[in-house]
């Protein structure tokens, strides 16, 4: 682990052993943040090792998710996960550059393809507690066939509390019963309302009360799946400007003229859904001409009969008489007595 302290002139290396206890410590210089490296994964294990090599890709992939997690959840924190294999170059596997809200995080971790099909959610449960984030929009395609984009947080801590997503499914398959909702959600409430001693990796959490949540979250995101979608969300507002400023950037370089032209009119200020004002300079695009009228079945026949009619009526193009001589024809042979 290296870390350094905004506060602290150098950065401090130390190195821990397989029983947690550190085994060497250094004074390094690096810039400001933590890095934690780890390898030689469960080699004092032979067994669980050989069970890592053997699940690899499903071990690295839940590895992936938990960090996603917390890639989501954590506003103001920038994070890089790198993949190192033997003496290769790292690869960089995912990067969360300090969004300043959820949906910022969402777009950085997942992209435009999922955060462009996200609404604002707040509901409120029982005994106190408020679920608030984000969940499909009830419009097809807006959903998944699978359950891979689905983040529950208990007061900022991911948990795995399956009765939610079931509760989910349930009332958004009400709306568009061929998919099955994305959701980011977290629970608030107080911590007694909450038991995240239960297992060690603390993800398996007892919440008093725990039907009468899920009911609450079942009637409350049905109502909210059942109302006509707003004309403008300010998560696809915000998007929609950012996307703006990322096309004219890579049109022309910051700070030449082109790009001052491109990025001219100062918009207004963008509530963000999590109540941080954000103030963009884009340029709006430029209006397009609404689309023709499709022809109607018997306009496109007397069109078809004028087309076929004026091939008929225009003459073929005569062909030009050869101007080249005909070879001269061979004698006739006399036929024998």
């Known amino acids: 682990v290296e870390t350094r302290h905004a506060s ?14 550190v085994r ?21 294990l032979p067994v669980r090792r050989k069970e890592l090599e053997r699940n690899c890709k499903k071990e690295y992939q839940q590895a992936l998710r938990i960090v996603q997690e917390y890639c989501v959840a954590s506003t103001g924190v920038k994070i890089k996960l790198f993949n190192s294999v033997a003496d290769k170059k790292p690869l960089t596997v995912l990067v969360a550059s300090s969004g300043r809200s959820l949906i910022e ?44 984009v689905r983040f529950l947080y208990i007061r900022s801590r991911p ?5 939610v ?4 499914n349930q009332a958004y398959r009400l709306q568009n019963p061929k998919e099955k909702p994305m959701f980011f959600l977290n629970i608030a409430g107080t911590a007694s309302s909450f038991d995240v001693n239960v297992t060690p990796d603390k993800r398996t959490v007892l919440v008093k009360g725990g039907d009468d949540m899920c009911e609450n979250i079942y009637e409350g995101f049905r109502r909210l799946w059942e109302a006509p979608p707003a004309q403008a969300d300010s998560s696809s507002a915000l998007l929609r400007q950012i996307r703006w400023v990322a096309e004219r950037e890579d049109d022309a370089p910051p700070g030449t003229p082109a790009a001052d032209a491109a990025v001219a009119a ?12 954000v103030d963009l300079t884009v340029s709006q695009p430029a209006a397009t001409p609404p689309p023709a009228a499709p022809a109607t079945p018997l306009q496109s026949a007397e069109r078809f009969l004028a087309l076929r009619n004026r091939k008929a009526a225009t003459p073929a193009p005569a062909t030009p008489a050869s101007t080249e001589a005909a070879p001269p024809r061979a004698p006739a042979l006399a036929t024998p007595a």
């Not at 100062?266 to 004002?277: I, N, R």
Request: hydrophobic share 45%.
């Open 165 to 168: 997503g079931a509760k989910l």
């Open 105 to 148: 995080n969402i777009h950085e971790v997942f992209g435009i393809a999922v955060s462009g099909h996200l609404m604002r959610a707040h509901v409120r449960l029982a005994a106190g507690m408020v679920a608030s984030g984000f969940v499909s929009k009830c419009v097809r395609g807006c959903g998944r066939v699978k359950t891979d």
């Open 24 to 44: 060497a410590k250094a004074s390094v210089g690096r810039g400001v943040g933590t890095t934690v490296r780890v390898k030689k994964l469960f080699t004092p």
């Open 8 to 21: 602290a002139a150098r950065g401090t290396r130390l190195e821990y052993a397989a029983d947690q206890s």
């Open 266 to 277: 100062p918009a207004a200020g963008v509530q963000d859904p999590a109540g941080v004002q």
């Open 159 to 163: 948990v795995d509390i399956s009765a």
